[in-house]
């Protein structure tokens, strides 16, 4: 079930559409709330915080409006809510320094997320390809020798998944800042 009709199906089904939601959703949702809190305890505490706020309001929720955007929104506020109630309290000897809460690096994981999840989709020949080349940083040449097939297959299948990733993430390219792009015909700063 792709991501609109999960959230059709919860728009209009409820508890059966919000054990599949929690079932797809439940470990990025942990993971964001991890990033922000450095606490596991308190990440699950977040975790069940955000399907618990997802619950009560998906009466409100637009199964037009992105699915994971949602998600992540409702995500965000809980484990910054739990990040403030945490940081009013007195500090423990075994408490650490508390973690930045970053606006930045909170997109960079929710971009990076959507990067893997963009992968899991692609052909599975593809996605091999594509994994290898960016998460072990391995060359066509070495991609070739691990899988056993020629080089010119491994530039075929990487070509194809990137293409198919560079639509599949348009969406992150539309929202970019564009205060940040540099001009027409000038050469990126390096």
């Given at each position: 079930?792709?991501?609109?009709?999960?959230?059709?199906?919860?728009?209009?089904?409820?508890?059966?559409?919000?054990?599949?939601?929690?079932?797809?959703?439940?470990?990025?949702?942990?993971?964001?709330?991890?990033?922000?809190?450095?606490?596991?305890?308190?990440?699950?505490?977040?975790?069940?915080?955000?399907?618990?706020?997802?619950?009560?309001?998906?009466?409100?929720?637009?199964?037009?409006?992105?699915?994971?955007?949602?998600?992540?929104?409702?995500?965000?506020?809980?484990?910054?809510?739990?990040?403030?109630?945490?940081?009013?309290?007195?500090?423990?000897?075994?408490?650490?320094?508390?973690?930045?809460?970053d606006g930045h690096s909170i997109e960079r994981l929710w971009e990076?997320?959507?990067?893997?999840?963009?992968?899991?989709?692609?052909?599975?020949?593809?996605?091999?390809?594509?994994?290898?080349?960016?998460?072990?940083?391995?060359?066509?040449?070495?991609?070739?020798?691990?899988?056993?097939?020629?080089?010119?297959?491994?530039?075929?299948?990487?070509?194809?998944?990137?293409?198919?990733?560079?639509?599949?993430?348009?969406?992150?390219?539309?929202?970019?800042?564009?205060?940040?792009?540099?001009?027409?015909?000038?050469?990126?700063?390096?």
């Open positions: 079930m792709d991501d609109l009709e999960m959230a059709r199906s919860f728009a209009a089904d409820g508890e059966k559409a919000f054990n599949a939601l929690h079932a797809a959703f439940r470990g990025p949702v942990f993971g964001i709330a991890l990033h922000v809190l450095a606490d596991p305890g308190l990440a699950e505490e977040a975790t069940q915080m955000a399907f618990l706020g997802l619950w009560r309001s998906r009466d409100r929720y637009d199964p037009e409006r992105s699915l994971p955007a949602w998600i992540f929104g409702i995500t965000r506020k809980a484990a910054i809510d739990i990040y403030r109630r945490e940081r009013r309290r007195p500090p423990t000897a075994e408490q650490v320094l508390e973690p930045a809460v990076a997320w959507e990067v893997r999840r963009a992968v899991e989709r692609l052909p599975e020949e593809e996605a091999v390809v594509a994994r290898l080349a960016h998460y072990y940083q391995m060359t066509h040449s070495e991609i070739a020798e691990h899988l056993g097939i020629p080089v010119g297959t491994v530039k075929s299948r990487s070509y194809r998944a990137h293409r198919r990733l560079a639509e599949a993430l348009q969406h992150l390219f539309d929202t970019a800042d564009v205060t940040n792009q540099p001009e027409p015909g000038s050469m990126p700063a390096t």
